[in-house]
């Protein structure tokens, strides 16, 4: 299994991205798929969830009404559009899969949001 991030930088406050993370080594269009962060001196949260033909999302309560996770199965890739962001969003964010009983992790893609 593989998840490769990308699409992470800096941005100033009020500012948009978007991530995509690639999937491969396993079967991507028939898991549900995550986005995380973890922010300087704390724990990884769950920023976004997509399940695995995009019928239905849930999102972490900050970050609800800004960011969209959407994905595209024909190129196993899954994206986070990250709209109106704050400084309190800076972190590297990881996307990630539930295979087999295993949890499998991206090297992440920092984000940073200053002026």
């Known amino acids: 299994v593989q998840l490769v991030e990308s699409g992470g930088g800096l941005v100033q406050p009020g500012g948009s991205l978007r991530l995509s993370c690639a999937g491969s080594?396993?079967?991507?269009?028939?898991?549900?798929m995550s986005w995380y962060r973890q922010a300087p001196g704390k724990g990884r949260a769950l920023v976004a969830r997509?399940?695995?033909?995009?019928?239905?999302?849930n999102y972490g309560e900050s970050v609800k009404g800004r960011f969209t996770i959407s994905r595209d199965n024909a190129k196993n890739t899954v994206y986070l559009q990250m709209n109106s962001l704050k400084p309190d969003d800076t972190a590297v964010y990881y996307c990630?899969?539930?295979?087999?009983?295993?949890?499998?992790w991206g090297q992440g893609t920092q984000v940073t949001v200053s002026s």
């Open positions: 990630n899969v539930e295979y087999l009983r295993r949890s499998y």
């Open positions: 080594g396993f079967p991507f269009s028939s898991y549900a």
């Open positions: 997509i399940t695995s033909a995009g019928g239905s999302t």
